[in-house]
């Protein structure tokens, strides 16, 4: 592929995968992320995100961002991110994440977030 359209199949060094739906003309797109870790004792289900790319018809290496609202807890993740190719035309997604928990008090809202990156490649 010429550009980096985030539709498709992709994993992450966790093991997580999401897959991305079509890309509208406005950039929006939906899918669904089944994470391969969380620190809840809670079980792993399939969550839906929703995000937006730069379009393509301007950008090579877009940036981009989406949302996962876990359907097993009730915390939020925002991944922020842009896609690399390199000259082969492998896609890479470097992208950095918030995750929110539901804290029960105002007094708990400092240690609420956790930050991290994540690195995601194409699952053929
Ligand atoms: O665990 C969760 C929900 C699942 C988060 C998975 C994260 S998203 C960033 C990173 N990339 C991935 O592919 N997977 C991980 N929520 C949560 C965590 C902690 C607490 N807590 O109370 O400590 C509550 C809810």
Known sequence: ARKCVLSGLWKN???????????????????LYHTAVTATDKHIRVSPLKGSQKPT??????????????????SMTVFVGQCFMDDKGKETLKTMWLLREEVSSPGADWKATRVGTNIFTRIK
């Open 57 to 74: 018809n301007q950008r090579k290496q877009p940036t981009f961002g989406f949302t996962v609202s876990w359907t097993f807890s009730n």
């Open 13 to 31: 060094e966790l093991g997580s995968n999401m897959t991305i739906s079509a890309v509208n003309t406005d950039g929006g797109f939906t899918g």
